[in-house]
C-alpha cells in the first residue's frame, strides 16, 4: 500500500467544498489500506497569488517526518497542483475562476487601470497554469464534465472526469416533509435569490422553504423574503454542524441548488445519498450533469417561473418526491470512494 499526501489551498477562516472532498478523500484512501494525509497549502489574496504558486513549488513533499518517501501526492485546487512530486495525480475542483470563466464579470467591477493590471496576471497565471497542470502532474482528473470543458477551452488540457461520491456521514431519510431544503453560500453566484424569486411566482404558492448557509447576500435575501411577505415561507438557519444539516435533508421533500455554473456541487450528492431529488438549472455546470430530469429530480431553465413550476411539482406530490429520490439513490450509488480511490492512485 502508498503513503499519499493529499494537498488542497485553502484561506484562513473558510469553509468550503473542496476542503469536505479532500478530507473525505484522505479517509478513504486510509480505509483502502493507504496511509495518507492532508497538506494545506496557501491560498493568497488578490495580488499575492504569485507568493502562494512560490511557496506551494517550493513546498518539500518527498519525505514524511519519519525520513519515509511519500509514494504519490493528489492535488486539488489551485495553486495545490503546484507541489513537485515524481507521482502527481490532479484531481481538479477548479483554478483561479475570476482570471477563467468569471473573467467578464470580474474585469468589469474594476478600473481601467486595475483591469490592465489584472489582465497581466491573469495571462501569468494561465501560463503558469498551463504548465503545472502539463508538465508537473503526473494525471490529471477533473471532477465535472464542467471543470474538464474549462480546462479545454483556457489550455487545451485534457482530463478525464471523476465525479467525487459524497463524503462519508450517516445520511438516511426520515420523511419527505413539507419543505424545500436549500443548502449554499449565501454569495451571487449560488442564486438563492432565483428561489426567493421562484417561491413568489403564484406557480409556488404555498411552498416552504429553509435556507442553510451564510455569507454576503443574507441580509439582502432576509429583506426579499420580508418584503414579499414571505416570513412564514422562507427560514434561514445561517451556517449549521453537520448533524444539523443531515436531520434537514433527512426530513425536507427536495433539494433547490440553482447555482450558476457550479464546478461540482457536493450538496447534489449529499442529497441524493439521503434519498432526495435535487432541482438545478439548466446552466448550473456539475449539478445540471448529475441531475436526470425527470428521474432524479429537475434541471429547469434559469428563470422564476420554470423554477416554480418544478418546486411546485415536488411539493405538491408525495409520491412524486419518492419516485425522484429512489431515482437519487441510484444514481449516487454508481459513485463510490473505492472505485474513486482506485482510479486516483497511480502507485
Not at 497542483?81 to 507521482?87: D, E, K, Q, S, T
Not at 487601470?113 to 497581466?120: D, F, L, M, N, S
Not at 438545478?280 to 429537475?298: I, N, Y
Request: with cysteine; glycine share 8%.
Amino acid at each position: 500500500m502508498a503513503r499519499i499526501t493529499v494537498a488542497t489551498s485553502h484561506p484562513p477562516f473558510s469553509q468550503g467544498g473542496h476542503l469536505v472532498i479532500a478530507n473525505a478523500l484522505v479517509a478513504a484512501l486510509n480505509n483502502a489500506g493507504h496511509e495518507a494525509a492532508l497538506l494545506l497549502t496557501p491560498q493568497n489574496r488578490f495580488g499575492r497569488q504569485a507568493a502562494a504558486y512560490t511557496a506551494t513549488w517550493l513546498t518539500d513533499v518527498g519525505l514524511a517526518h519519519d525520513g519515509r518517501p511519500v509514494d504519490q501526492v493528489i492535488s486539488l485546487r489551485f495553486p495545490s497542483y503546484a507541489v513537485r512530486h515524481a507521482v502527481h495525480a490532479c484531481w481538479l475542483n477548479h483554478r483561479m475562476r475570476e482570471y477563467y470563466d468569471q473573467w467578464p464579470r470580474f474585469a468589469k467591477s474594476l478600473s481601467s487601470r486595475a483591469r490592465v493590471k489584472e489582465g497581466i496576471r491573469r495571462r501569468l497565471i494561465h501560463a503558469a497554469d498551463r504548465y503545472l497542470l502539463t508538465r508537473n502532474v503526473t494525471r490529471l482528473f477533473a471532477q465535472s464534465r464542467t471543470i474538464q470543458a474549462r480546462l479545454e477551452r483556457w489550455g487545451g488540457i485534457a482530463s478525464t472526469v471523476v465525479y467525487p461520491p459524497p463524503p462519508p456521514r450517516p445520511y438516511r431519510c426520515e420523511t419527505y416533509g413539507d419543505f424545500v431544503l436549500v443548502v449554499s453560500r449565501l454569495t451571487p453566484l449560488k442564486r438563492v435569490g432565483l428561489v426567493i424569486d421562484a417561491l413568489a411566482h403564484p406557480d409556488a404558492a404555498g411552498v416552504n422553504c429553509v435556507v442553510v448557509g451564510d455569507g454576503e447576500e443574507e441580509a439582502a435575501l432576509r429583506r426579499a423574503v420580508a418584503e414579499r411577505g414571505m416570513e412564514d415561507r422562507v427560514s434561514f438557519l445561517g451556517a449549521v454542524g453537520d448533524d444539523v444539516l443531515l436531520t434537514q435533508l433527512a426530513t425536507c421533500r427536495a433539494v433547490c441548488f440553482p447555482a450558476a455554473h457550479e464546478d461540482f456541487g457536493l450538496v447534489t450528492v449529499e442529497a441524493f445519498a439521503s434519498r432526495k431529488a435535487v432541482i438545478t438549472c439548466r446552466d448550473g455546470g456539475g449539478p445540471a450533469e448529475l441531475v436526470v430530469d425527470g428521474t432524479s429530480g429537475f434541471v429547469t431553465a434559469p428563470e422564476a417561473a420554470s423554477l416554480a413550476r418544478a418546486l411546485a411539482s415536488v411539493s405538491g406530490d408525495l409520491a412524486l418526491a419518492e419516485r425522484l429520490g429512489a431515482g437519487a439513490l441510484q444514481r449516487v450509488g454508481e459513485l463510490t470512494w473505492e472505485r474513486t480511490c482506485a482510479q486516483l492512485v497511480l502507485v
